[in-house]
């Protein structure tokens, strides 16, 4: 099993990444992270203007970065290298759905506000690739940061550096994704992120839970060929939206919808109609997630996230994919009800594939990862912990 810390980077890494720095240069080295995200509350409802409850989480990519003239260029352990020139950043068909097209697109964004510099970024990982944690956010906002940084002192906001990776996913890398992943790791630490407005969403920090550890399963496979179901969720919450004459979901009501079922179910699919009904109630779990994290009321917030995973398997429907016999997230749902008598339990993120999230009381931990760990692999088993930091430049001499 894989255990981390708030506030702690793995020395390792550190020393693996300083090994390949030019060592006359090793004095002029830079140091990033870029944290994964837990999404608590708040399945697929921020593409439709939605509410969510997201965490940064304590896995994440660092990166020893060295400032150089007009080229990018990301060189991460077990991945080919990335070079970038910064005067060329068209979109590519060739590198759609691949890690470049989220650099260049992040520098085409914020080209807009300004010149960029060049830099060389020696990158490890600590977070579950492509299995829902949002590596991909995490990639995109560490690019983003380092531009913060180097070439705009500091001045963008967590949520300019957001915009950035999400540009790059839906533009260059081609995934419709909403702004919750990218906003989870820019800003760190517990919020409620109501996104009624895209374009300025409100942000409100809550506390984080006390007296429950946080462990998530990575149960196999990965979300690089599931765009295509990804895009589904959001075309037909969007054509329930346009049935009532509306950009998102957000601007129809419950009761709206429920009043108009008999002339809507001739529009459109019972599957778009039961996501869109999932929309609406994830929405007002957010609200009472959030709730019962400031007042300390565990037993609420905990049938939140548990009434969320409930809705995403029987309403949203993301639990499998479609006409698959390949279904590890339903397997590791059951056995966490098996294993966990006092806590919550969820699918989190895209899902089709991924990861389960767990709030597990603190001492019963080890029964929980051993359990999951003797089904899923020792390696897909991570005792986290929520990170008050979200993506930027850190002072290693002190982690």
């Not at 429950?212 to 690089?224: E, K």
């Not at 001739?266 to 994290?293: D, Q």
């Amino acid at each position: 099993m894989q255990q981390f810390s708030e506030g702690k980077r793995s020395a390792l890494r550190r020393e693996r990444l300083r090994a390949k720095l030019p060592p006359e240069r090793r004095g002029e080295t830079l140091w990033f992270s870029s944290p994964g995200r837990a999404e608590i509350v708040g399945n697929h409802t921020d593409h439709n203007c939605g509410k969510v409850l997201v965490s940064a989480l304590s896995c994440d990519i660092l990166a020893a970065v060295l400032p150089q003239e007009h080229v990018v260029e990301i060189l991460s352990e077990g991945h080919s290298p990335i070079r970038v020139d910064i005067s060329d950043l068209a979109a590519r068909e060739e590198e759609r759905g691949k890690s470049a097209s989220l650099v260049r697109g992040v520098l085409a964004f914020l080209r807009k506000r300004g010149n960029l510099c060049g830099f060389t970024a020696y990158t490890a990982s600590s977070i579950f690739r492509g299995a829902g944690v949002s590596s991909s956010a995490a990639f995109s906002v560490l690019v983003a940061a380092i531009e913060n940084t180097l070439a705009f002192g500091g001045s963008l906001t967590p949520f300019e550096e957001a915009q950035a990776g999400q540009f790059a996913e839906n533009v260059y890398f081609g995934k419709p994704c909403g702004l919750l992943d990218q906003c989870g790791v820019a800003f760190g630490g517990l919020n409620k992120i109501d996104f009624k407005d895209p374009a300025a969403p409100s942000v409100t920090p809550l506390p984080p839970l006390r007296g429950y550890s946080v462990i998530l399963t990575n149960t196999g496979g990965s979300h690089a060929s599931l765009t295509s179901h990804y895009a589904a969720i959001r075309k037909e919450m969007g054509d329930v939206a346009a049935f009532f004459g509306k950009k998102c979901l957000r601007e129809v009501g419950k009761e709206e919808l429920f009043s108009r079922l008999p002339a809507l179910k001739k529009r459109v699919s019972e599957r778009a109609i039961l996501r869109s009904i999932h929309f609406f109630e994830e929405n007002e779990r957010v609200e009472l997630a959030a709730v019962a994290l400031k007042t300390g009321n565990t037993p609420l917030f905990l049938e939140q996230v548990q009434k969320s995973g409930e809705s995403s398997c029987k309403l949203l429907q993301n639990c499998f994919v479609p006409g698959s016999v390949i279904q590890p997230l339903p397997l590791a749902l059951k056995l966490s009800e098996e294993l966990i008598k006092d806590g919550a339990f969820r699918i989190m993120g895209g899902g089709f594939a991924g990861v389960v999230l767990a709030f597990v009381r603190t001492g019963r931990e080890r029964e929980y990862a051993e359990g999951m760990a003797r089904v899923f692999g020792e390696d897909s088993v991570l005792m986290a912990s929520l990170r008050a930091s979200g993506a930027g430049q850190i002072d290693t001499e002190n982690q």
